[in-house]
């Protein structure tokens, strides 16, 4: 049996959807059980689960061949914490394989909070004596809305730091998941899932040029500046700095690698950066 947590979730939901269409056995964990009726209503069982209830876990976990669990993506949590109980009770229910949606640009030394907190749990995995699989998706290209800032209303898109990203629809990293949950393949320990290319804010400001047919402008503002720009815009502080980690860790490199798997793992090439804002214009 699959278990897979954070199923009302967009990614972990995509991926129940995808094993669900492949007849795969399945069970989902959900913190809010009510919340997954459109599995239920289908005949999957629905477990309640919860990271910050270690006495929820045993029975949510029980039975699972293989374990998906999703990154607590609370910015104020102790995700680390969390994830511990969850590997804890992962452990304690004798599950086959664990899977951890983690991130390309997992390092205990990036400037990006939850990169950090990648590392830390892929380091938990290696030490509990399971099998595991870390899926190191590429940054999630939908947060384009809201990283590249309001360059459709500004025409600009205003960064404080710049470097190569691996946007990858989050879309194909959810069926890439279901292949890997389906497949006799093993992969084991950390593997990268990107799209094929990697490009700054720059070359975006150029493609969203070509596509729009109006010029993009791009420029790069001071720490002080931009957090400033975006309290003023109605983001929280606390919020602006966090951000600002995700731009200062892709200026030092974090997430520039790209890596052919995904492509292979679909069986066709993964969706661009250019597709994706496009599609964003209809």
């Known amino acids: 049996m ?4 954070g199923a009302t979730g967009a990614l972990n939901g995509a991926t129940v959807e995808h094993l669900l269409t492949a007849g795969a056995e399945v069970a989902v964990v959900t913190r809010d059980v009510a919340k997954a009726t459109k599995f239920a209503d ?3 069982e629905v477990r309640h689960g919860d990271y910050a209830d270690p006495a929820s876990l045993p029975a949510a976990f029980e039975g699972a061949d293989q374990l998906l669990l999703v990154s607590s993506n609370d910015p ?3 995700a680390v914490r969390l994830h511990r109980t969850a590997i804890d009770a992962a452990v304690a229910a004798k599950a086959g394989r664990i899977l951890y949606t983690s991130h390309q640009g997992a390092a205990p030394d990036s400037p990006f909070v939850p990169a950090r907190h990648h590392a830390a749990t892929e380091r938990m995995l290696a030490d509990s004596g399971v099998a595991w699989t870390s899926l190191r998706n590429g940054f999630y290209a939908h947060s384009l809305a809201w990283l ?3 360059w459709r209303e500004t025409g600009v898109i205003s960064v404080p730091g710049d470097g190569p990203v691996s946007w990858t629809a989050r879309e194909d990293a959810a069926e890439a998941a279901a292949v890997i ?8 320990g950390p593997i990268t899932i990107t799209a094929n290319a990697a490009p700054t804010f720059e070359e975006i ?18 720490a002080d500046e931009w957090i400033a720009a975006q309290v003023a815009r109605g983001t929280q502080e606390l919020m602006a700095r966090f951000v600002l980690g995700f731009h200062q860790a892709a200026q030092q490199g974090f997430f520039a690698g790209v890596d052919p798997l995904l492509g292979t793992l679909l069986g066709r090439e993964p969706q661009t950066v250019r597709e994706l804002l496009a599609a964003g214009a209809r």
Request: glycine residues 16%.
């Open 2 to 5: 699959i278990v897979i947590t």
């Open 42 to 44: 289908r005949g999957v």
């Open 76 to 78: 104020a949590g102790d």
């Open 148 to 150: 590249a800032g309001p």
């Open 181 to 188: 949950l389906t497949s006799p393949d093993v992969h084991d």
């Open 205 to 222: 400001a150029a493609i969203a040029s070509e596509l729009t047919g109006r010029t993009i402008g791009y420029e790069i503002v001071g």
